[in-house]
């Protein structure tokens, strides 16, 4: 994620520099979500590392978890591949493509986001069927 945050922060700088057609604010609330997203991966050491003896994961509900693991990866995966067509709308100083990538990027992170904040219901137990 570090890696990520980056890229896209390295495209903020350029579009600062030199493309004046573009709002950097909306990049700039990705980077700030992106951060939340970081800070709470980070902080979710309980039940992750299996030492946790009140959060318990059965074998059925496993299967359930590597499913919200795949969406997560998917998710930064995608998020990570967008990089490259904003650095592009940076360059060409073209807002409609730029924003239309943030538009992707913000998608990609809510997905990944959204399978995070699953798996976790899940392990603790507050998912609802």
Known sequence: MKLFRDGLETAREAAAQSS?????????????????????????????????SAIRVEEDELDRLYEYDYAMIEGLDSAGKDVPALQAAVDANDRGAF??????????????????KQRIAVISGTAVS
Do not use: M, T, W
């Open 20 to 52: 004046p057609k573009i709002s950097l604010s909306n990049l700039g609330n990705v980077i700030f979500e992106l951060e939340g997203i970081e800070a709470r991966v980070r902080h979710a050491e309980q039940g992750y590392s299996g030492f946790s």
């Open 99 to 116: 924003d239309n990538a943030v538009r992707k990027l913000r998608a990609d992170l809510k997905a990944f986001d959204d399978a995070f």
